[in-house]
């Protein structure tokens, strides 16, 4: 099974999206992977996600994953829908314990050092630094990161694609999570495109 490290690794930006409607799951996922962000976290957010994971997973070369689970129900809904991954917004023994057995790559958030330790106690060290910016930024990340040498992250919340090859350019960073490439009113060329601009900000 393809470990998280893999997924990480495998775009620099991982688009973080909040699906309304299912019906346009497939074609969003099209544009982005087409433009070269193969790696979609569908957070569970709407009435929609679910469907949306399911609908997205037919696209060729799409990894797709489910994000904001909270719990172990939604970890085994986001499992049943097909997603390949799970992304969370923090950090539970309750949740962690399931998805760790279950072998499912797992990317939990993490906010400050007893966050990252609790990880490693449950034998973890990729995590998701959220909320990114909120947290205190790259500085913020740098000070952690520091005697958590053996951690991996994706820094997520608050990234734009400004601010993001500043992110990826620190090596314990293997990708950002970002919904600025999903725009509110975008054609899926207008989101094509802005995946392709995306892809090929890893310095």
């Not at 930006?13 to 969003?28: F, S």
């Not at 709407?46 to 994000?67: D, H, N, Q, S, Y």
Request: glycine share 10%.
């Amino acid at each position: 099974m393809t470990t998280i490290t893999d997924i990480m690794r495998t775009s620099a930006v991982i688009p973080v999206l909040v699906i309304d409607d299912a019906a346009t799951a497939r074609p969003l996922a099209e544009a982005l992977v087409a433009g070269g962000l193969k790696v979609l976290e569908v957070t569970l957010r709407t009435g929609a996600a679910l469907e949306a994971i399911a609908e997205m997973k037919k696209v060729p070369g799409a990894i797709v994953g489910a994000g904001t689970v909270v719990n172990p129900e939604q970890f085994k809904q986001a499992v049943d829908a097909g997603a390949e991954f799970i992304v969370s917004p923090g950090l539970t023994e309750r949740l962690a314990k399931p998805i760790i057995a279950s072998g499912v790559p797992f990317l939990p958030g993490i906010a400050n050092a007893a966050d990252i330790m609790t990880g490693l106690d449950l034998g973890l060290t990729n995590f998701k630094f959220f909320p990114a910016e909120a947290n205190g930024g790259l500085k913020a990340l740098k000070a952690l990161a520091a005697p958590f040498y053996q951690c991996s992250f994706c820094p997520t919340g608050g990234i734009t694609e400004a601010s993001a090859p500043e992110w990826l350019s620190f090596k314990p960073v293997l990708c950002v999570g970002g919904s600025w490439v999903t725009p509110k009113g975008a054609t899926m060329a207008e989101v094509e495109a802005i995946a392709r601009a995306a892809s090929g900000l890893r310095a």
